[in-house]
């Protein structure tokens, strides 16, 4: 992502927790949602932890690892990243900071 569009995409007081490289595409976790970029002109996905479905993270042994996003809404596409093995600790950072936050919504959004 280049950072004249992570200037456009952030609001100003939006804080970037967590970035990732994966072959080709930036994962960018925020305070406030998650995005992802492989081009210059938009992101590919970008969306509230909310709006996250399912996160799957596979690691082979002779391949590149494969990071699976899958929104809750049809009109967002699912990601799929391949990611080297030197971002494993970058990824496993972002999918801990999504989980939090996951966990968080969850339990406010259960029934009493």
């Known amino acids: 992502?280049?950072?004249?569009?992570?200037?456009?995409?952030?609001?100003?007081?939006?804080?970037?927790?967590?970035e990732a490289q994966g072959e080709g595409s930036r994962?960018?976790?925020?305070?406030?949602?998650?995005?992802?970029?492989?081009?210059?002109?938009r992101p590919d996905l970008d969306i509230p932890f909310e709006g996250v479905r399912r996160i799957q993270f596979d690691i082979e042994r002779l391949r590149p690892a494969t990071l699976v996003i899958v929104p809750e809404h049809p009109d967002n596409h699912p990601q799929v990243l391949a990611i080297p093995p030197e971002q494993y600790s970058a990824v496993g950072e972002a999918?801990?900071?999504?989980?939090?936050?996951?966990?968080g919504h969850a339990a406010h959004d259960a029934p009493a």
Not at 4 to 10: A, K, M, R, S
Not at 27 to 41: E, I, M, N, W
Not at 95 to 103: D, E, F, M, Q, V
């Open 95 to 103: 999918l801990a900071a999504i989980g939090r936050r996951l966990a």
């Open 1 to 18: 992502m280049s950072d004249e569009l992570l200037t456009q995409l952030l609001h100003a007081d939006e804080k970037i927790q967590v």
């Open 27 to 41: 994962l960018v976790v925020t305070d406030r949602r998650l995005a992802v970029v492989s081009r210059t002109d």
